[in-house]
């Protein structure tokens, strides 16, 4: 369990250390030639279908992305549970923030 916590730890540090020095390319090879990515998920509660889930990344200009996500339940469990959540962020790739 011990050695578990400092590898847990070690990779946390690697990993930001990353993030914080890496590269701030303003046009990623992800995105594609409209500067737009999206990843749609089937949300499933067992083998029931019971909602979609969304990412994406959009570029607003070289220094600015669009940075939201989306939870939407179908209408048959809206009913029991209804989800509809957005939420957005802008990020600002010169400074780091958003």
Do not use: Q
Request: glycine letters at 10%; one cysteine or more.
């Amino acid at each position: 369990m011990k050695y578990l916590r400092y590898i847990f730890i070690l990779c946390a540090v690697v990993l930001s250390s990353y993030a914080i020095g890496g590269s701030r390319r303003s046009s990623p090879s992800f995105l594609g030639a409209d500067g737009k990515e999206e990843l749609v998920y089937n949300v499933r509660w067992a083998f029931i279908s019971v909602g979609e889930a969304g990412l994406g990344v959009e570029r607003r200009d070289d220094a600015v992305w669009h940075v939201y996500s989306t939870a939407k339940s179908y209408s048959f469990f809206d009913n029991f549970y209804k989800v509809r959540d957005r939420i957005e962020a802008l990020w600002d790739m010169g400074s780091g923030r958003s």
